[in-house]
């Protein structure tokens, strides 16, 4: 005997499946072309790759002595950690609120003090106009470089360079000029003072 409920029960569970079947399909579309919108802009094309990436890799396998990062193996010390509690515990507002964005006045203010001495330039650096705390050397150099670099500038790239001035440059819309520093001595002890950069070049 015919039973027409439990046809019609298969029938409508087939039809949920070819719906699932049909929303799993769409969803997987969708995502593909939100992950073809999120590659990478054509700029930044053949930059993808970074060495400090691949000096990880190779210290994770051979555990050398790595002298090439700034990877600190001990503790902060007790003054830092002290320093930060007293801030996180100061009662006043105005010390949970964004800092002067081109440093704090405190900072800019004794990196003044510091490097008018240190530099000997004849006068006071203005903490103000002539001083920059920016989040690290990464930043700095490409702030400067997107800020002084126009589309077809060419820019001289002194070799041996830093792994991230090429691609900065590239981002900026330049186009780097590689020159070689050269040896001036040939024999005896030779040290970082003895390549010298040929001006003709």
Known sequence: MWNHGAA??????????????HQSVARLATSTQTM????LADRYRGLEKNVWVEFIQLALEYKPLN??????????????????RDVINDPSVFMHQYTRGFGHPRLVNAISNLYSKLL???????PNKEVLV???????LFTAILG???????????EPYFDCYEPMVKMAGGTPKFISLKPVKS??????ADWKLDPEE
């Open 8 to 21: 019609l029960s298969r029938i409508c569970s087939a039809c949920r499946r070819q719906s699932q079947l």
């Open 36 to 39: 073809a919108k999120l590659e």
């Open 67 to 84: 002298l090439g990062q700034g990877l600190p193996d001990d503790l902060v010390p007790d003054y830092v950690i002290s320093s930060l």
């Open 120 to 126: 000997n330039t004849g006068h006071v650096i203005d």
């Open 134 to 140: 920016t989040d690290g050397a990464y930043e700095a």
């Open 148 to 158: 002084h670099v126009n589309p077809g500038d060419e820019v001289i790239i002194i």
């Open 187 to 192: 024999e005896g002890t030779i040290s970082s």
